[in-house]
């Protein structure tokens, strides 16, 4: 299976501000990597896929970008309600594995 | 709007069985492939199996652990999904999630369910 590695676990900021979250695969995946962002008791939704591709309804301060095994996820001036949980998951072979998991704290 | 309304968790005993339902609305059911994803409490999100489109074979994949343990299986006429689950374990105690795969670019999990908790314990 593909090991999927988030880092940091954990994350704090402030609103405004410019935050990264770095997954690395055990092996390459080309560009199919996927985040999901999850609020506190609820079920996760899809930020971006393919990489760099945001969902329909994502604003634009989110961005993805990465290939191979390095990708990232950055979320420029953060707003309240983008304090969350963030993951990561590759759908390049099965089984289509996910990161840890990020939370990002205020 | 899609609507995915997961249902059948609860408490169970080791060893025991149990089956989840998902009852799917808002998009074609039967043209969609979906996957069942489970978080244990208070961990990261495993992805647990996944079923295709019967157009596309009808075919089921799962996590290898999970293999032989757990069944997907879909009633397009009901717009439903299921997930048999037996020889259950404590291990296995988390939220599950049924999505959709609209196959953006590989599997994307475009919408999920409200999640069903599943405790298994003696």
């Known amino acids: 299976d593909i090991q999927m590695t988030q880092s940091p676990s954990s994350l704090s900021a402030s609103v405004g501000d410019r935050v990264t979250i770095t997954c690395r695969a055990s092996q390459t995946i080309g560009t199919y990597l996927n985040w999901y962002q999850q609020k506190p008791g609820k079920a996760p939704n899809l930020l971006i896929y393919?990489?760099?591709t945001l969902e329909n309804g994502v604003p634009s301060r989110f961005s993805g970008s990465g290939s191979g095994t390095d990708f990232t996820l950055t979320i420029s001036n953060l707003q309240p309600e983008d304090f969350a949980a963030y993951s990561c998951q590759q759908s390049h072979s099965l089984p289509h594995t996910f990161g840890q998991g990020t939370k990002l704290e205020i | 709007e899609v609507q995915l309304v997961e249902s059948g968790g609860g408490l169970v005993k080791p060893g025991g069985s149990l089956r989840l339902s998902c009852a799917a609305s808002g998009f074609t059911f039967s043209n969609a492939w979906m996957t069942w994803v489970r978080q244990p409490p208070g961990k990261g999100l495993e992805w647990v199996g996944r079923?295709?489109?019967?157009?596309?074979?009808?075919?089921?994949d799962y996590a290898a652990p999970l293999k032989g343990k757990f069944t997907i299986s879909r009633d397009d006429s009901k717009n439903t999904l299921y997930l048999q689950m037996n020889s259950l374990r404590t291990e296995d105690t988390a939220v599950y999630y049924c999505?959709?795969?609209?196959?953006?670019?590989?599997?994307?999990?475009?919408?999920w369910g409200q999640g069903a908790l599943v405790t298994v314990s003696s």
């Open positions: 079923i295709k489109s019967k157009t596309h074979g009808g075919t089921t």
């Open positions: 393919g990489t760099s």
């Open positions: 999505t959709t795969d609209f196959l953006k670019f590989g599997t994307t999990l475009d919408y």
